[in-house]
C-alpha cells in the first residue's frame, strides 16, 4: 500500500498518515527528540511500514528557526531514504480551506449572499510578533474545485497592531474594487494571546487560536490535498524554511588594533 506521511513543526509538532488520525505535540521543549519515534508510530498506526512511504509532505513555515529546521530535515531525509516524493507547504494558506470548513461544520457560514469570508491566517513568531497572511476565499465556496486561496496580504511578519492597520486598509481597498459586504476570521496558533489588539479589525469575525492541524485526521487531509494541489501548480518549488526573519547571527567586527599593531582580520 502507498501512503502519504505529513510532517509539521512550525508550532510543536504534528506527524501523521493521511486518513489516519495524528500525533500532536504541543510542548516545544520535547517535540523535536520524540520527532523520529512520533513517525514510527504514525506509520505503524496506519498498518504500514517505512517502505509504504511514498509522499512526504511537510510544513515550511513561517515559523521560529529551530523547530521548523528538524522538521524540514527529518522529511527531507526520510523522502531519501524511502524514494518517497517530496512536497513542500507553507502553513498559513492552507487555514483558508480549514476556516470555511470550520464555519460550515459550525453552522456558521451562512450570513448574506454577497458576504465574502477573508482569513487572516497567522502563527506564533514569538518576540511579540505574528506570522501572517490575508486572503480571499478560493474560487468556489469550499476550494473544492483545486483553486487556491488568494491573497490579499502577502505572507510577513509584524507586530499585532501594525498588523490590524494594515489588514484595514487592505480590507477597505479590496471592498472598494469588489464590493459586499465582508467578515475578516483570524485563524492560526497566537490569535488568543493577541486578541485584545487583532479585536481591533474592522469586520472582525471569529478569532480562533487553532490551525489547520488540530483538527484531526481532516485537517490533515485538508493540509494534504492543498500541498498536492499547490505542487501541482508550482512543480518544482525548493522545500526550503519559510523563516520571514532576519538571522541573529551576526558577521563579528575586526579585532582591534593591540599596541599599533594591526590586528588579525576576523572573516566571516
Not at 7 to 17: K, L, N, Q
Not at 22 to 46: C, G, Q, Y
Not at 90 to 110: A, C, F, H, K, Y
Not at 156 to 161: K, Q
Request: proline share 6%; glycine share 12%.
Amino acid at each position: 500500500m502507498g501512503c502519504t506521511l505529513v510532517i509539521d513543526t512550525s508550532y510543536g509538532s504534528t506527524v501523521g498518515v493521511v486518513g489516519h488520525e495524528p500525533i500532536v505535540e504541543t510542548d516545544s521543549r520535547t517535540h523535536v527528540e520524540r520527532l523520529r519515534n512520533n513517525i514510527a508510530l504514525a506509520v505503524e498506526r496506519a498498518g504500514g511500514t517505512p517502505r509504504d512511504i511514498d509522499t512526504v509532505i511537510v510544513g515550511t513555515g513561517p515559523a521560529p528557526f529551530t523547530g521548523l529546521r528538524a522538521g524540514i530535515v527529518t522529511a527531507k531525509a526520510l523522502a531519501f531514504a524511502t524514494g518517497a516524493n517530496l512536497i513542500g507547504r507553507n502553513v498559513l494558506e492552507p487555514q483558508v480551506r480549514w476556516n470555511l470548513i470550520r464555519r460550515g461544520n459550525d453552522g456558521t457560514s451562512g450570513g448574506p449572499a454577497a458576504r465574502r469570508t477573508l482569513t487572516l491566517a497567522v502563527n506564533d513568531a514569538r518576540r511579540k510578533q505574528l506570522y501572517f497572511e490575508l486572503c480571499d476565499e478560493p474560487s468556489t465556496g469550499d476550494g473544492g474545485d483545486g483553486s487556491s486561496a488568494h491573497p490579499i496580504i502577502a505572507m510577513d511578519i509584524d507586530y499585532p497592531d501594525s498588523i490590524v492597520e494594515r489588514v484595514n486598509e487592505a480590507v477597505r481597498t479590496w471592498r472598494e474594487r469588489v464590493g459586499g459586504d465582508v467578515v475578516v476570521d483570524v485563524i492560526g496558533h497566537g490569535a488568543a494571546r493577541y486578541s485584545e489588539a487583532l479585536s481591533a479589525i474592522e469586520h472582525v469575525g471569529d478569532i480562533v487560536d487553532e490551525s489547520v492541524f488540530d483538527g484531526g485526521a481532516q485537517g490533515l487531509s485538508v493540509f494534504a490535498r492543498d500541498a498536492r494541489l499547490a505542487a501541482e501548480r508550482n512543480p518544482g518549488t525548493p522545500v526550503e524554511p519559510l523563516y520571514l526573519r532576519r538571522p541573529d547571527a551576526q558577521i563579528p567586527a575586526p579585532l582591534k588594533h593591540v599596541l599599533n599593531h594591526a590586528g588579525a582580520e576576523r572573516t566571516a
